[in-house]
């Protein structure tokens, strides 16, 4: 039984799809990967103050789900990812609206 198997989908692109929907609280949603890409460990930022009681293990899962994919994966899955970026570090600075080192929204 893989960790992945409690998650509706039936490729990691709709697992990641399936946690990336979770809105749980605002702290997840920051440095949480939004494509199927091999993940790239971030900064860890222990600025503010974390007490929010949230235990939803969406942005964990997220990473997982990166850390697990391979850049063999089907070609289907390949054609729809970006082409030039090669992790979802670089992926997130060229396409995000969110600063991935300081979750602030970037206008």
């Given at each position: 039984?893989?960790?992945?198997?409690?998650?509706?989908?039936?490729?990691?692109?709709?697992?990641?799809?399936?946690?990336?929907?979770?809105?749980?609280?605002?702290?997840?949603?920051?440095?949480?990967?939004?494509?199927?890409?091999p993940?790239?460990?971030?900064?860890?930022?222990?600025?503010?103050?974390?007490?929010t009681?949230?235990?939803?293990?969406?942005?964990?899962?997220?990473?997982f789900?990166?850390?697990?994919?391979?850049?063999?994966d089907?070609?289907?899955?390949q054609?729809?990812?970006?082409?030039?970026?090669?992790?979802?570090?670089?992926?997130?600075?060229?396409?995000?609206?969110?600063?991935?080192?300081?979750g602030?929204?970037?206008d």
């Amino acid at each position: 039984m893989s960790l992945f198997d409690f998650i509706p989908g039936s490729n990691l692109r709709e697992k990641l799809e399936t946690v990336v929907n979770c809105n749980c609280c605002e702290r997840h949603q920051i440095n949480k990967p939004r494509v199927v890409a091999p993940w790239v460990e971030t900064p860890w930022n222990n600025s503010q103050n974390y007490l929010t009681g949230c235990d939803c293990d969406c942005r964990h899962l997220a990473r997982f789900i990166c850390r697990y994919c391979d850049e063999d994966d089907d070609q289907d899955e390949q054609e729809q990812e970006p082409q030039e970026p090669e992790t979802y570090y670089s992926y997130a600075l060229s396409y995000n609206t969110t600063d991935i080192s300081s979750g602030e929204i970037i206008d």
